[in-house]
């Protein structure tokens, strides 16, 4: 009888070291670090994108101009979009690898800046 116990506690451990070890492994960091970077990558083509044009562009000019600015920005791995004033502009992917936005309230209208990484850099 104790042979039994002994077996099922032996077995209890091995599986809570393999679950331990898994969890723990080097994997999971790696896709979430992946994750971070290409969010990085996201949030730095906004900003690159309000200093090219600045705040004096987003505050003054029409949603339509806006949004016509943002899709001019994008390229092959970053699509730009976002929201002026309740305007939605075009542009969030079916698919994509990382993500950030900037929302911002300037001269009285609320704007979101998205870019949306779609392939890795």
Same mark, same amino acid.
């Given at each position: +009888?104790?042979?039994?116990?002994?077996?099922?506690?032996?077995? %209890?451990?091995?599986? #809570?070291?393999? !679950?331990?070890? !898994?969890? +723990? $492994?080097?994997?999971?960091?790696?896709?979430?670090?992946?994750?971070?970077?290409?969010?990085?990558?996201?949030?730095?083509?906004?900003?690159?994108?309000?200093?090219?044009?600045?705040? &004096? /562009?987003? *505050?003054?000019?029409?949603?339509?101009?806006? =949004?016509?600015? #943002? $899709?001019?920005?994008?390229?092959? %791995? %970053?699509? #730009? $979009?976002?929201?002026?004033?309740?305007? &939605? =502009? &075009?542009?969030? &992917?079916? %698919? /994509?690898?990382?993500? *950030?936005? #900037?929302?911002?309230?300037?001269?009285?209208?609320?704007?979101?800046?998205?870019?949306?990484?779609?392939?890795?850099?």
């Amino acid at each position: +009888m104790l042979r039994i116990i002994d077996i099922g506690v032996a077995a %209890t451990y091995a599986v #809570l070291c393999l !679950s331990v070890i !898994s969890v +723990m $492994g080097p994997y999971a960091d790696e896709q979430q670090s992946a994750q971070a970077r290409q969010d990085s990558t996201a949030s730095s083509a906004i900003f690159g994108y309000v200093r090219s044009v600045g705040l &004096p /562009f987003l *505050s003054t000019a029409p949603p339509s101009e806006i =949004c016509s600015s #943002l $899709g001019s920005a994008s390229n092959s %791995t %970053t699509v #730009l $979009g976002g929201e002026i004033g309740g305007h &939605p =502009c &075009p542009g969030a &992917p079916e %698919t /994509f690898l990382g993500v *950030s936005s #900037l929302n911002i309230t300037i001269s009285g209208r609320s704007l979101e800046i998205e870019a949306w990484q779609v392939e890795g850099r």
